[in-house]
């Protein structure tokens, strides 16, 4: 059993950068983890993957280039440096953790955080 919290989500303006944060407990050992989000209305999306070692990382194409997993094993924290926000960026952002190291579906996915809301002003 993997419990996930999430902080750091706020208000801040286009353009600007922010950095979450997941808190993982519990058996995390060899756990991929993830970011994923979801948009009043919408679907909830796959962000990023960060797999045990740190070694393999899958985004999807929206973020790429402007967000950045990292993972501290000796913390059991997993951060998602966002940089150049856009409006389209906000949503709730969730953390998972997941077996598959280049899982990208939901159902990769076992356990799940609370969610942060991330809020990109025009």
Known sequence: ???????????????????LSCAASGRISE????????????????VAAINWRGSIRNYADSVKGRFTISRDNAKNTV?????TLKPED??????AASFEAYGRLETDFHSWGQGTQVTVSS
């Open 31 to 46: 756990h991929a983890l993830g970011w994923w989000r979801r948009a009043a209305g919408k679907e909830r999306e796959f």
């Open 79 to 83: 951060f998602l440096q966002m940089d």
């Open 90 to 95: 906000t949503a709730v952002y969730y953390c």
């Open 1 to 19: 059993q993997v419990q996930l919290v999430e902080s750091g989500g706020e208000l801040v303006q286009v353009g600007g950068s922010l950095r």
